[in-house]
């Protein structure tokens, strides 16, 4: 790589952020759960919560833009001529775009899945809006039943953490025999840790970033319960065995905030196609 390699790269970077901060600021304000709810059931992605998304995830996720910026600087790095790219649980396809900005070859084609048909419909218009040579295709589906075919980027992010943990292993063993040798799947995951006294930490860190981002102690524990039976954490050392057992040569905790990060796994170059 050299300098103009690098300023160029750079400057997409910067365009990345920009773009996704513009997208941030022309979407509702997320007020959902800031009135009494008489009965909470257990969270969905419907119309309401497509409606505030983009304030809701950045105001709850902490770190969230950063991993944004980087899935498209690893798009840059991996995705390969003629290849596919999967954004599994692609929600608004603000990672899809992220990936359409970045990659060097037009002959790739990029997959966004969602099961909300509400979230494939906005995330459909939203994406008409930009102008590319990659083709994107928008499917509503569930990940676990879509095809992974002749890929080498795969994302996953803040996905696999709704989905039943006792078949996660077969998703990602499915995404391992998808990729090519060389490929890499960015896992992005709310954490559990077993120390008690770090998780008390992490979790009340969490809490004090979305007071600070506005929440009030009503919406926070409302939209608590609501997650509580549809998301289940991992421990990172969790991810990292599973991983493995589902084929991954190089694994490692790329990024952490508080009780959220991120996870590259890489399928070895060598590695039979
Ligand atoms: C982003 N990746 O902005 N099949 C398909 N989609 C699913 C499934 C499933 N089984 N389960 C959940 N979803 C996005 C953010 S949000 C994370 C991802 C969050 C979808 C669900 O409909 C939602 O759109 C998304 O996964 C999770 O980078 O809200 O914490």
């Not at 997320?30 to 009965?39: E, G, N, R, S, Y």
């Not at 998304?53 to 910026?69: A, E, H, K, T, W």
């Not at 084929?247 to 905790?253: A, Q, S, V």
Request: hydrophobic share 45%; net charge negative.
């Amino acid at each position: 790589m050299d300098n103009t390699d690098l300023l160029s790269g750079y400057l997409l970077t910067c365009a990345a952020i920009s773009l996704s901060v513009l997208f941030w600021f022309t979407t509702m304000k997320d007020q959902l759960f800031a009135a009494p709810i008489a009965q909470l059931g257990d969270f969905c992605f419907d119309e309401k919560v497509v409606e505030v998304f983009p304030d809701m995830i950045q105001r709850s996720v902490p770190g969230y833009s950063n991993i944004l910026s980087a899935i498209g600087m690893m798009t840059a790095r991996f995705a390969q001529p003629g290849s596919n790219l999967y954004d599994l649980g692609c929600s608004l396809g603000a990672a899809t775009q992220m990936m359409r900005r970045n990659i060097a070859h037009a002959d790739c084609q990029i997959i966004g899945v969602d099961n909300s048909a509400p979230m494939v419909e906005r995330c459909r218009q939203h994406l008409a809006t930009y102008k590319s040579a990659v083709a994107i295709e928008i499917r509503q589906a569930d990940i676990q039943a879509v095809e992974i075919e002749n890929a080498s980027v795969v994302v996953l992010n803040f996905t696999l953490q709704f989905i039943e943990p006792a078949e996660r292993i077969t998703l990602l063993r499915r995404i391992y025999a998808g990729l090519r040798p060389g490929g890499i799947l960015i896992l992005s995951e709310k954490f559990r840790f077993d120390d008690a006294d770090v998780s008390d930490l992490l979790v009340e860190l969490h809490l004090d970033f979305k007071r600070a981002n506005g929440y009030s102690e009503l919406e926070i524990s409302q939209k608590r319960t609501l997650l509580e039976n549809v998301l289940r954490a991992d421990s990172v050392d969790n991810h990292k065995q599973r991983l493995q057992d589902a084929g991954f040569e190089h694994i490692d905790l790329w990024f952490q905030c508080f009780n959220f990060g991120s996870i590259v796994a890489i399928k070895d170059k060598g590695a039979v196609a």
